[in-house]
T-cell receptor
Framework: GAVVSQHPSWVICKSGTSVKIECRSLDFQATTMFWYRQFPKQSLMLMATSNEGSKATYEQGVEKDKFLINHASLTLSTLTVTSAHPEDSSFYIC????????????FGSGTRLTVV | AQSVTQLDSHVSVSEGTPVLLRCNYS??????LFWYVQHPNKGLQLLLK??????LVKGINGFEAEFKKSETSFHLTKPSAHMSDAAEYFCVVIGGNNAGNMLTFGGGTRLMVKP
């Protein structure tokens, strides 16, 4: 089956620094990837959709300059949280969908970001 | 437009008793429906999915769900709960039209299993 690898699984950073989270599709080509944010005890909130080779589409209220998404290849998407603040602390999860829809939506294991 | 409502934010059962997690949806198109499970600080794992084939869908770990179009429901059940089933469960719908082929999540149901 399809596997999506997400790294790191957890990260602690200082306020003002930037953090990069990677999402890789290991055995299929992911033409579309999704980034979600999950607050404690809440459901997933879609932040943005990225298509390989084009700019990401951000959901309303998500700052595109703070959450930089790059999807330069069919197997890798990255989310960079720039100038992180404590309020950016959250659980971030990526999801990938292959172009043929064979595997549907496969989720990464998530990244716990803590900004101190 | 599409939406998903998980009717219970918390469900508590005793080990060995049946599990019922309720989900209702609305969609303008023939939907695809999924149930995912999330253990603490983990990603989401697919339990089962309905994509317009058999209305009774069997998934992993003994879970199953029945798609009822007349009731717009897709409730998740399991005959006998295990302690390892304690987790957060999400009902998810995809509307089916190409422009809106996006996942819509329910609010989640936290399942607690008592010994």
């Amino acid at each position: 089956g399809a596997v999506v690898s997400q790294h790191p699984s957890w990260v602690i950073c200082k306020s003002g620094t930037s953090v990069k989270i990677e999402c890789r599709s290991l055995d299929f080509q992911a033409t579309t990837m999704f980034w979600y944010r999950q607050f404690p005890k809440q459901s997933l909130m879609l932040m943005a959709t990225s298509n390989e080779g084009s700019k990401a589409t951000y959901e309303q209220g998500v700052e595109k300059d703070k959450f930089l998404i790059n999807h330069a290849s069919l197997t890798l998407s990255t989310l960079t949280v720039t100038s992180a603040h404590p309020e950016d602390s959250s659980f971030y999860i990526c999801s990938a969908r292959d172009g043929g829809g064979i595997y549907g939506y496969t989720f990464g294991s998530g990244t716990r970001l803590t900004v101190v | 437009a599409q939406s998903v409502t998980q009717l219970d934010s918390h469900v508590s059962v005793s080990e060995g008793t049946p599990v019922l997690l309720r989900c209702n949806y609305s969609s303008s198109y023939s939907p695809s429906l999924f149930w995912y499970v999330q253990h603490p600080n983990k990603g989401l794992q697919l339990l089962l999915k309905y994509t317009s084939a058999a209305t009774l869908v069997k998934g992993i770990n003994g879970f199953e769900a029945e798609f009822k179009k007349s009731e717009t429901s897709f409730h998740l059940t399991k005959p006998s709960a295990h302690m390892s089933d304690a987790a957060e469960y999400f009902c998810v719908v995809i509307g089916g039209n190409n422009a809106g082929n996006m996942l819509t999540f329910g609010g989640g149901t936290r399942l607690m299993v008592k010994p």
